[in-house]
């Protein structure tokens, strides 16, 4: 069977994911596509270098991402970094004509995702942007009905992404909240995610029409690069500028006459991972809310009189991805079964030489529409995806 050997450049909340999805393909999906060899761990420094390839259970461990991506005996160049590196590293991998999967957003804006996108084009490399969530048995279950013409044509797409570990004002000013790092603030960081839902399920979307809001414009500095997601740091220290958006609400029209919402925030109170969809068509309808992410509502216009209504679907052997995963309905998806399949998908594309998707292609167009949305923020005017 087929080796590949990763370099994983990260070794954050992202690297752990990343990391446990290589060891526990192959033991979800065989005969695996490949197996994929967990070579080289880079960090900011030699010493979380090593601490991320014993605990991740990488082979080597090194501070130089640049020498680590220029070996060729790498395959695989893993992207886990803050977002203002990811395009220096993609465009230096795909130089080095690796294959490439880079966490999401692609990159700050659509103008660097561009350049991501050209070099990958020009490598002629397997790229992947690591929107997990369609990954979601339930999610791909939806795209699977509205495929098959289930619910009829779509009229409407309501999606949103709540979660409140930024909400107190006193939380550390992390690398999430600065735009020379992150890009943009909710949109890009969750927001995209509903982006991703949205083009995977209905279509592309044409134009918007936002509101964008910073609610807490300063918080305490914070000493280190270190991404807490929102715990922790000294309450009183320094207070330093925060300029990106803490909440965004954008009406959407899709290119194929569909209309819709997309609400994101990191401020409401209560919410953890309340990432949802409900989609309506001539006939029938699609939920899905990722709290609950073993189940898909599904409610079809023809169910008889007495029994109409959402009823709930539990996904399992007889769905996508079913066949790898656990034996039984309900048994229990999570965050690390998207990343499993998300590893699977990729090493399935890289074996058969198959574009996989979402690919920097749709990072791309992803990012497009979330400058669409903070440029309609400002101006308050509706805004065409070019
Ligand atoms: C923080 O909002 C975050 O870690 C996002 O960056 C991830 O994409 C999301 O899956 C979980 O929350």
Redesign the pocket.
Known sequence: MQKLNVAMIGGG?MGKAHAMAYAAMPMFFWPAPAIPVRKVVVDVNQQMAETARDRFGFEEASADWRAVVARPDIDIVDICTPNNSHAEIAIAAAKAGKHIICE?PLARTGVESRTMLDAVRASGSIHMVAF??RRTPAVALARKLIEEGRIGDILNFRGTYL?D?SADPDSPLSW?FQKSVAGSGTVG??GT?VIDFARYLVGEIASVNAMVKNHIPTRPRQSGGLDT?GVGGDRNAERGPVDVDDEMLTMIRFANGAIGSIEAT?NAYGRN?FLTFEIHGTKGSLAFNYERRDELQVMFADDVGDARGFRTVYTGPAHPYGSGLWPIPALGIG?GETKIIECFDLCTAIVTGKQPSPNFEDGYRIALIADAILSSGESGQWVDIP
Do not use: G
């Open positions: 909340f999401k997990n969530y979660q570990w999430r960081d969750i995610h997601l990191r991972n965050y």
